[in-house]
């Protein structure tokens, strides 16, 4: 029974291709497979995602009081724009700092997502416009939530962006 359930509740899988053999998470990319500009994991993700929503949370409270109506709107725009703004400028949300991870462009090939890794080349911007496209992705949660065979979500996937550690 387990073999036959398992093929549909284990969730949509994008993979990597045809040719592609991945030891560990991240190899096709450059990066390496553990450490300091590794693929985050997904706990990691959820906890600096926390971070940034109670922040944008009590941000909101500030700015329209505990009892408005408009709270939640409030903090929705508060993250959007908290996240647009500190990916394009510092590569990072206060909580993915918090946490120890960072936004990072990963479509320049493996060659130079393994030189930015391994410290020898400053990590390429994010930018204004894939930030704002990354954010805009996150609000509709969906594309969040769905990863492809290194672990990126599809919005990171979409956007040629992906979360490293950095520590």
């Known amino acids: 029974m387990g073999r036959v359930t398992g093929s549909w509740l284990s969730g949509p899988q994008i993979g990597p291709g045809d040719g592609v053999d991945n030891d560990f998470r991240g190899q096709d990319l450059g990066l390496p497979a553990s450490g300091p500009g590794s693929l985050a994991t997904g706990w990691p993700r959820v906890a600096g995602l926390l971070v940034d929503w109670l922040i944008a949370g009590g941000l909101a409270i500030l700015f329209v009081g505990f009892e408005s109506s408009v709270l939640g709107t409030t903090q929705l725009g508060i993250w959007f724009v908290m996240g647009i703004f500190a990916v394009s400028l510092f590569g990072f949300t ?11 462009r990963v479509d320049y090939g ?3 997502n393994a030189a930015e890794a391994a410290g020898t080349e ?6 204004i416009v894939r930030a704002f496209f990354r954010q805009l992705l996150m609000v509709f949660l969906v594309p969040a ?3 492809d065979y290194n672990g990126r979500a599809l919005h990171d996937r979409a956007t040629g962006t992906a979360i490293l550690r950095t520590r």
């Open 145 to 147: 939530l769905i990863n």
């Open 122 to 127: 400053s990590p390429a911007s994010v930018g």
């Open 110 to 112: 493996p060659e130079r």
């Open 94 to 104: 206060p909580g993915q700092f918090a946490v120890g991870m960072r936004v990072a």
